[in-house]
């Protein structure tokens, strides 16, 4: 079985564990991935094992870090006294600090890099910095030439790097170096579908024997494709807006409404100084936007691949790409946004998940 590495606060590895029943790892392309760990409770490894120390894997498996957040004791006749130990990947270390209001309009890469080193980085508070924690620039046109302009109300770091992300379709995470130092960057899959001619193409099908077990979902039970944004009175130019995520004006029985609500958006900018009416019209629409991102036609697709064979994972193809699916008889680009690993003593099993709105 994989061996794996325990490390405490410190970022010092203090054991090693190769002894478990089984374990899942997740990861996600624009969220925080999660893990469970399921072993023998009762051996001298236990007092290393402790809330908000850290695991890692062998490095060639994946460059994650996860974080110990729960602790669950049982006891079974057969395997005895076990312990399930679970936690979220590094990222979700950007939930532990908050911002009051932001509003944006930059690069993407300068946005977030100003609301880590603000919060977490070098705040104004000591006693809010994270240790060790630095952002790397990215060197890719699609990371680097992505601007946002919106805004956001009171909340945590981590939610609003999701919500930026899910905007501008880009991918974040956290990894260690060498040097035990915690680097945050964003980065953006590459186009390997059929539709584009500047990369080598992936296909997942079972005619490439690379799609092992699949299910496909499709629901339209939420969808939204009009919003009105609501504000606040004080802003009589912009009392309603409308939004639409359509090339033209939805109509008929194909409109589905829905209502934003508005009225949390600030006149000023995080400067104290006036938003004019121009400005204040693009973050409503950009806020309706952002809220029928979150109502669209579900298409998902979760199962087994198999990652060694034709297409390899981390060679041929990586977190965020996307991909040709063929499946469900139809065959569309798909992004992979979800990649679980299962280890137990029969092996590691990898399954994938496509999100198809792209």
Do not use: H
Not at 76 to 83: A, E, P, S, V, Y
Not at 280 to 306: A, H, K, N, P, W
Request: one cysteine or more; aromatic letters at 10%; hydrophobic letters at 40%.
């Amino acid at each position: 079985m994989l061996d794996i590495r325990l490390f405490n606060q410190n970022m010092e590895l203090v054991a090693i564990i190769d002894n478990y029943f089984s374990m899942i790892w997740t990861e996600r392309y624009a969220e925080r991935g999660d893990f469970s760990l399921e072993m023998v409770w009762g051996t001298t490894i236990d007092i290393n094992i402790k809330i908000d120390n850290f695991i890692m894997l062998p490095s060639e498996i994946s460059d994650r870090i996860m974080m110990i957040e729960d602790l669950k004791f049982n006891v079974d006749k057969n395997q005895g006294r076990t312990i399930i130990i679970t936690g979220s990947s590094f990222e979700d270390i950007l939930s532990r600090r908050v911002s009051d209001r932001t509003t944006v309009n930059d690069y993407v890469e300068d946005v977030i890099s100003t609301l880590l080193d603000d919060a977490a980085i070098s705040p104004n508070d000591p006693n809010r910095k994270i240790p060790n924690l630095y952002v790397d620039l990215s060197s890719d046109p699609d990371v680097t030439t992505k601007t946002i302009q919106a805004q956001y109300p009171p909340d945590n770091i981590y939610n609003i790097v999701v919500a930026i992300c899910a905007t501008l379709k880009l991918g974040f995470k956290i990894i260690v170096d060498a040097n035990r130092t915690f680097r945050f960057s964003l980065f953006s899959g590459k186009d390997r579908s059929l539709a584009q001619t500047d990369n080598a193409i992936v296909v997942f099908s079972e005619n490439f024997d690379n799609l092992l077990d699949d299910s496909y979902f499709i629901s339209d039970d939420n969808t939204k494709n009009l919003t009105w944004v609501i504000a606040e009175q004080e802003i009589p130019a912009y009392r309603l807006t409308e939004v639409y995520n359509t090339l033209t004006v939805p109509t008929g029985y194909l409109r589905r409404e829905t209502i934003t609500d508005g009225s949390r958006m600030d006149r000023l900018d995080d400067d104290g100084l006036p938003i004019n009416d121009t400005d204040m019209g693009i973050l409503l629409t950009q806020s309706g936007l952002d809220d029928l991102s979150t109502r669209r036609t579900i298409r998902l697709f979760d199962g087994e691949g198999d990652v060694n064979g034709t297409f390899k994972l981390g060679t041929d193809f990586f977190m965020g790409d996307i991909v040709q699916y063929v499946g469900a008889n139809q065959s569309v680009p798909a992004r992979i946004v979800e990649i679980i690993k299962s280890v137990t003593d029969n092996g590691i099993r990898v399954y994938i998940s496509f999100d198809f709105n792209l």
